[in-house]
């Protein structure tokens, strides 16, 4: 079907937001910590050997979470990284270059996520213009499928479930519909029936439902695994399309003309695709994550070390029978299920009064556009209209509601759970907005732009540039020298020249870094490959404290040890002064050579504290630390900032 191509007044307002959406991308906004450590933390630490905090989900002991969405999403752009930066062992990965490669990969997820809800919009023939802005516009997508969540995979995911089963209902609806016009004499004359002068249709006509595609289904199949294998939510909102699938295959086999057993029998076959596609995906997923976790051992029986995925994938088949296989298969969506089924477990996470979903998250991740949608489904069951005239805007209706109401079942919740709600709000409430016109968009327009800002652009944005910063100082610092009276050792960092270790002389530069009232620090980011590190002399150990009080933060800073391990933040003063403004001075005790730097939010007030009023501290602005929102209203000039002391 030939497609009107949209206006030139649409392509150019969507380029607008699109550009907005590389700025939110590439801005150091971090929302939660999953965003790092459920994806790039652990691809990072298997494809560059740096030092990663992998966290429970990965665990081997009970993992959790399938390796396969991370290692598609960023794990293949990590490798790309990795073959374009090249090996030099005088150099290191950059922290903006591993940040910035992570999220214009999620750019691309974004992108995929709007061309399937064109395709969808299309499909059922509502206004495609209106959903690609609603789309990009949206706060979700501007913040939430710009960051590497595991909800902007399931979102993706579920869109292009949608657009495949789509197809197979365009299929279907294409085998029931009766022509237009009469079948002309060339199509009666081209059937067998024709030579003996019947007239007869072909009883498997345009007046019979056909089973679905086998190519389509399998897919399907495929995606409803992955799906799965992403988060085990993707099961509530997938299932609406199963069921629909069924129907389809139902009423194409158990027609009107067929035995029971028949269509039992065609029902079986049309559904064997479906069941292939998601069991061999399935079973590609345990596979890769029984290997990957150390549960399944795969050796030679020549050498007895176990190989890696590699090379198991690139072993010829005729070389398996030689192979040895110990242990068991692990199914992490198993693990993960009985881990989030225990309310003790979602206790350590935080638990929520079951209306938390409906009542706040809800409203705040889509607006005006969530009251309309409330409003139409209390609508549509006062008026006993429980499907709509196009059976993909009815499936993807019901997904919406059983992925809120049983996400709301459960005491634990976050607002991106609710991220795939995008799809059928968009969808099935197109056709309203269009109507509704400037009533809709201003408000919309001003609380998505607004959001994207603070979540995308502020909230806790300068931790990433503190560790951007403490990078360059503890690794790549170069020119060091004797300094006052031979105690301390004098260097400084070009961030002209970044990426290129300190050039190793007799000794060993230790940087101690500590990380207080801010959100976990993605150790990734550092770019610390301990081994490559070592062969220059540099060693960095990174503490989060952000558990300690204020007093023993301070008691444990000023400790006997510590205090021999000082700097005299004069000579650091001093230096700051002197060097260019390109170049940053860094400054080591020579005991060790040590230094200990101390990262926490302009919410945290040191000011009775020397190190807080010496000059020596570095400044980062545009920072949001809503966790202490209250010292953020009482001191909001300085508390809008992430503080770098020297100590």
């Known amino acids: ?144 499928h710009t960051h590497p969540f595991s909800n902007a995979v399931e979102t993706l995911v579920l869109a292009l479930s949608a657009v495949v089963l789509g197809k197979i209902i365009q299929q279907h609806e294409a085998s029931t519909a009766l022509p237009s016009t009469p079948l002309s004499k060339t199509a009666i004359s081209s059937h067998p029936s024709s030579t003996s002068g019947s007239t007869e249709l072909p009883s498997t006509g345009p007046f019979q439902p056909r089973p679905s595609s086998i190519h389509l289904t399998f897919l399907l199949g495929v995606l409803f695994a992955i799906g799965t294998s992403t988060r085990i939510t993707f099961a509530v909102f997938g299932f609406p399309f199963g069921v629909l699938l069924l129907y389809l295959n139902a009423r194409a086999s158990f027609w009107e003309r067929r035995s029971t057993l028949r269509g039992l029998v065609a029902f079986v076959q049309a559904c064997m695709p479906l069941a292939i596609g998601f069991g061999s995906m399935s079973a590609a997923a345990i596979f890769v994550d029984s290997v990957y976790f150390g549960k399944l051992v795969i050796s030679r029986q020549s050498h007895g070390s176990p190989m890696t995925l590699m090379e198991i994938f690139t072993t010829s088949p005729f070389c398996w029978p030689s192979l040895s296989v110990k242990g068991s298969l692990t199914l992490t969506m198993w693990n993960n299920l009985q881990y989030n089924l225990d309310k003790d477990n979602l206790a350590l996470h935080g638990l929520h009064p079951r209306f938390f979903h409906l009542l706040l998250n809800f409203p705040v991740l889509f607006g005006n556009l969530a009251w309309i949608g409330l409003t139409t489904i209390i609508r549509k069951v006062l008026a006993r209209e429980w499907s709509s005239r196009s059976k993909l805007v009815t499936a993807l209706s019901y997904s919406g509601i059983c992925g809120m109401v049983v996400l709301s079942s459960m005491p634990h919740q976050e607002a991106r759970f609710l991220t795939p709600l995008i799809l059928p709000l968009v969808i099935s409430l197109s056709g309203r907005i269009s109507r509704l016109g400037r009533r809709f968009w201003p408000f919309w327009l001003a609380l998505n732009g607004v959001l994207a800002i603070v979540f995308g652009v502020i909230h806790q944005a300068g931790l990433v540039p503190a560790m951007d910063l403490i990078q360059r100082q503890s690794l790549g610092f170069q020119d060091c020298r004797g300094v006052g009276s031979g105690d301390h050792i004098l260097c400084t960092a070009d961030p002209l020249k970044p990426g290129v270790f300190h050039l190793q002389d007799s000794n060993t530069y230790i940087t101690r870094v500590i990380f207080y009232k801010t959100y976990m620090p993605p150790h990734h980011l550092f770019g610390y490959n301990e081994s490559q590190a070592r062969s220059h002399g540099v060693h960095l150990e990174i503490l989060d404290w952000r558990s300690k009080s204020k007093d023993q933060l301070i008691e444990s800073l000023f400790s006997k040890e510590e205090r021999a391990m000082r700097v005299e933040r004069t000579l650091l003063s001093a230096a700051k002064k002197e060097h260019q403004q390109r170049q940053q001075p860094v400054l080591f005790r020579q005991i060790g050579p040590r230094q200990t730097v101390l990262v926490a939010p302009g919410t945290v007030d040191f000011s009775e504290q020397a190190f807080d009023n010496d000059g020596t501290k570095d400044r980062i602005s545009r920072h949001a630390n809503f966790d202490h929102l209250p010292e953020l209203m009482q001191r909001p000039l300085t508390g809008m900032s992430m503080n770098v002391y020297y100590l």
């Open 1 to 144: 079907m030939q497609h009107r191509p949209f206006s030139r007044a649409t392509w150019n307002i969507y380029l607008v937001f699109l550009a907005f959406r590389l700025f939110i991308a590439l801005s150091p906004g971090y929302i939660h910590p999953d965003e790092f450590f459920q994806s790039a933390e652990i691809t990072a630490g298997n494809v560059f050997g740096f030092k990663v905090d992998i966290p429970w989900e990965y665990q081997p002991e009970l993992p959790c979470r399938s390796i396969i969405i991370p290692a598609i999403t960023t794990g293949i752009p990590y490798l790309l990284l990795k073959r374009w930066v090249g090996t030099n062992p005088d150099e290191f990965v950059t922290s903006r270059a591993l940040f910035l490669t992570q999220r214009l990969a999620f750019v691309l997820v974004s992108l995929i996520i709007d061309w399937s809800i064109v395709n969808m919009a299309r499909q059922i023939r509502r206004s495609p213009s209106i959903a690609l802005l609603l789309v990009a516009s949206s706060y979700v997508t501007l913040a939430y």
